[in-house]
């Protein structure tokens, strides 16, 4: 394995070690967010109130040596609540600029669901092009800009459902499911004590395994992992098979199969793998493709679900040997 690659899998080992310090199991879910930084995407995550969906971006922004910001977004939120505005200056005599929290390395949009279409939209350039427009003029953002939207799948009162155009922006759609017994019963001793998981972050326990600008450089060193051309047509040959199912009416596109290359090369990193194996490829399907499909109402009613639907798309496609 190259030298510049063992560098990146070492950053990875270490990122995943201190994260788990704070973040009690939840192992899938800590590889799916590097995933999702290390490919320069987004990230959409899911799960009831408690589960330190918070938390799990705080640790993220600290482990990788990034500034954090977080928006509670409410119905009321609006456009310049984000990007920020141009307030007069009275002492020089001219128009300064107040920048909203969107200037950031991560940002936390938390109930994402809960804003209106256009502080959504004032949000989407900023995700698409890493630039905000303030007053006609527009602002550079952080060249590792990311957002984390979290939205709560059992509280849809007052809400707007996001539309498909701003979730197929998200990379991964991200379960964060409630901890197993014995995970919870360690958060319970560790509550009792000093070792909470808010403490231990906040007493600096956390330790930066890099700088944020070595993001960039880190991403570079992605390209030297080996994806077989069968594997290409694999991955393409899945996406497209989404657009014909019986099942579906509306599949996933061109974005999706571009997230799940870059996707699949994190993987095999995160493995300590300077190739990509099938098995990268098929344990991305449900977070990549979940939700930008949408099943025909006939097929919801009889209680099909798009995990498996999946599931059989995976099977009827040939793996490559």
């Not at 109130?49 to 939120?77: C, E, H, W, Y």
Request: hydrophobic share 45%; proline share 7%.
């Amino acid at each position: 394995m190259h030298a510049d690659l063992e560098h990146l899998t070492e950053i990875l080992t270490r990122a995943r070690a201190e994260i788990g310090k704070v973040i009690i199991g939840q192992s899938p879910v800590i590889d799916q967010v590097l995933i999702c930084i290390f490919s320069g995407q987004h990230a959409l995550i899911e799960g009831v109130p408690g589960v330190a969906k918070t938390l799990l971006v705080r640790t993220l922004a600290r482990v990788l040596g990034s500034d954090f910001n977080r928006i509670q977004f409410t119905p009321d939120l609006m456009p310049a609540d984000i990007t920020g505005t141009n307030v007069f200056n009275m002492q020089l005599n001219e128009f300064s600029l107040i920048q909203g929290p969107i200037f950031t390395t991560f940002l936390l949009a938390d109930e994402i669901n809960r804003a209106p279409a256009k502080t959504q939209s004032a949000l989407l350039q900023a995700m698409q092009e890493h630039s905000v427009t303030i007053d006609r003029e527009t602002y550079p953002l952080s060249p590792n800009f990311t957002v984390f939207a979290t939205q709560n799948p059992i509280d849809y009162e007052g809400t707007y459902p996001l539309p498909e155009a701003q979730k197929d922006r998200f990379m991964l759609k991200i379960q964060m499911p409630f901890p197993n017994r014995e995970e919870e019963i360690i958060l319970a001793r560790r509550c009792l004590g000093q070792e909470s998981p808010e403490r231990i972050l906040e007493a600096g326990e956390v330790q930066p395994v890099m700088q944020g600008e070595d993001l960039v450089k880190l991403r570079q060193f992605l390209e030297q992992i080996h994806l077989k051309e069968e594997l290409i047509h694999y991955l393409v040959d899945i996406v497209r098979k989404t657009r014909a199912h019986e099942s579906v009416l509306v599949g996933a596109g061109p974005r999706a199969v571009q997230a799940w290359l870059w996707g699949s090369r994190v993987a095999a990193a995160l493995d300590q793998r300077d190739f990509v194996t099938p098995d990268d490829i098929k344990s991305l399907a449900t977070p990549i493709l979940g939700h930008r499909l949408i099943l025909r109402p006939e097929f919801e009613i009889e209680g099909l679900t798009v995990p498996e639907v999946l599931d059989s798309i995976l099977q009827e496609v040939a793996v490559p040997k």
